[in-house]
């Protein structure tokens, strides 16, 4: 598949984006969070500029611009409100709807906070929690129920969109509320976990694949045997640009080497250190690159007419 530098910058940075957000809430709701606030003063101003919700608002520009960058790669881009319209067949718009629905709740909740209304602040933070987990398992099934691909139809896309995205937003969580003093009994299970997913969806990509020309075709319960003799054209089409994208074995095995080192083990040992800046840039690149291996690694069964 091609890998689009927009949907590369979508998932990486609205995934930190909602991950940070999920951090952010889950630490101040379960005391975790150093900073309280005092509610409404007598100056908006201060009341506006307390850490935990300029941090909240860093959270929210980050999912927002990879929300934005997500449309560059549409044809037209006019035409992405129709993505709204089809809740209950396709997850792209399920995901839509609730990245929408994210703005109103999640202005509601600050509004709580800001009156002092604790009852009200903690069950609308709740229901944050839920609604983050439910969009990123939204994004992760775009891919993952396409059958089309049987490399992102695995069991592991989904828990990893689901843990990539915890870590980069406690990576985030650690860099921009340095008072926090991760714990390394925190960062280090989630990262290790991060990882060991990976592994085994780089695994997994080894495994025998029964996708061929016959079964792309619908014949491979028949008898019949296909062969393609002519592509019918002389040169690339749209199917070939956009689901054909190869790249030689000794790139993508030092991109595999280089994605892990940089997403998950050079942040754990940076964090050791309380480098949390350089542990967030250094995972940030390395997802962008392990997004990059999503893409190129995925293998359209389109390829089969094609002969690749």
Same mark, same amino acid.
């Given at each position: 598949?091609?890998?689009?530098?927009?949907?590369?910058?979508?998932?990486?940075?609205?995934?930190?984006?909602? =991950?940070?957000?999920?951090?952010?809430?889950?630490?101040?709701?379960y005391g975790?969070? /150093?900073? /309280?606030?005092?509610?409404? *003063?007598?100056?908006?101003?201060? %009341?506006?500029?307390?850490?935990?919700?300029?941090?909240?608002?860093?959270?929210?520009?980050?999912?927002?611009?990879?929300?934005?960058?997500?449309?560059?790669?549409?044809?037209?881009?006019?035409?992405? @409100?129709? *993505?709204?319209?089809?809740?209950?067949?396709?997850?792209?718009?399920?995901?839509?709807?609730? #990245?929408?629905?994210? $703005?109103?709740?999640? #202005?509601?909740?600050?509004?709580?906070?800001?009156?002092?209304?604790?009852?009200?602040?903690?069950?609308?933070?709740?229901?944050?929690?839920?609604?983050?987990?439910?969009?990123?398992?939204?994004?992760?099934?775009?891919?993952?129920?396409?059958?089309?691909? /049987?490399? @992102?139809?695995?069991?592991?896309?989904?828990?990893?969109?689901?843990?990539?995205?915890?870590?980069?937003?406690?990576?985030?969580?650690?860099?921009?509320?340095?008072?926090?003093?991760?714990? %390394?009994?925190?960062?280090?299970? +989630?990262?290790?976990? =991060?990882?060991?997913? !990976?592994?085994?969806?780089f695994h %997994?990509?080894?495994?025998?694949?029964?996708?061929?020309?016959?079964?792309?075709?619908?014949?491979?319960? %028949?008898?019949?045997?296909?062969?393609?003799?002519?592509?019918?054209?002389?040169?690339?089409?749209?199917?070939?640009?956009?689901?054909? $994208?190869? +790249?030689?074995?000794?790139?993508?095995?030092?991109?595999? !080497?280089?994605?892990?080192?940089?997403?998950?083990?050079? /942040? #754990?040992?940076?964090?050791?250190?309380? @480098?949390?800046?350089a542990a967030?840039?250094?995972?940030?690149?390395?997802?962008?690159?392990?997004?990059?291996?999503?893409?190129?690694?995925? !293998?359209?069964?389109?390829?089969? $007419?094609?002969?690749?």
């Open positions: 598949m091609h890998p689009a530098l927009s949907v590369l910058f979508f998932t990486v940075t609205s995934g930190m984006g909602f =991950g940070l957000l999920f951090c952010l809430l889950f630490a101040y709701h975790v969070f /150093p900073l /309280p606030l005092n509610g409404l *003063s007598d100056n908006v101003w201060s %009341s506006l500029t307390q850490p935990y919700l300029i941090d909240i608002a860093i959270a929210t520009g980050l999912f927002t611009l990879g929300l934005i960058s997500s449309s560059f790669h549409l044809a037209n881009p006019k035409n992405a @409100w129709r *993505s709204f319209t089809r809740f209950r067949s396709s997850w792209l718009s399920r995901e839509a709807v609730f #990245a929408v629905l994210m $703005y109103p709740v999640l #202005a509601i909740y600050i509004g709580a906070l800001l009156f002092e209304m604790t009852l009200a602040a903690n069950l609308i933070g709740l229901a944050l929690l839920v609604l983050l987990l439910v969009l990123v398992y939204c994004t992760a099934m775009i891919y993952a129920s396409l059958k089309t691909i /049987p490399q @992102w139809h695995n069991r592991y896309v989904s828990a990893g969109f689901l843990i990539f995205s915890l870590i980069s937003g406690l990576m985030a969580y650690a860099a921009i509320v340095p008072e926090a003093q991760l714990n %390394s009994l925190i960062y280090l299970p +989630v990262l290790g976990t =991060g990882l060991v997913i !990976k592994l085994l969806y %997994s990509l080894g495994e025998p694949q029964i996708s061929n020309i016959n079964t792309a075709t619908g014949f491979g319960a %028949s008898q019949a045997s296909i062969t393609l003799f002519d592509t019918g054209h002389s040169s690339r089409n749209f199917s070939q640009r956009e689901f054909i $994208y190869i +790249v030689g074995p000794k790139t993508t095995n030092l991109a595999r !080497k280089v994605c892990l080192i940089a997403a998950f083990v050079l /942040p #754990a040992a940076l964090l050791t250190m309380n @480098w949390t800046w967030l840039a250094s995972h940030y690149l390395g997802m962008l690159l392990e997004r990059w291996l999503f893409f190129v690694e995925a !293998k359209h069964v389109i390829r089969h $007419y094609y002969s690749t």
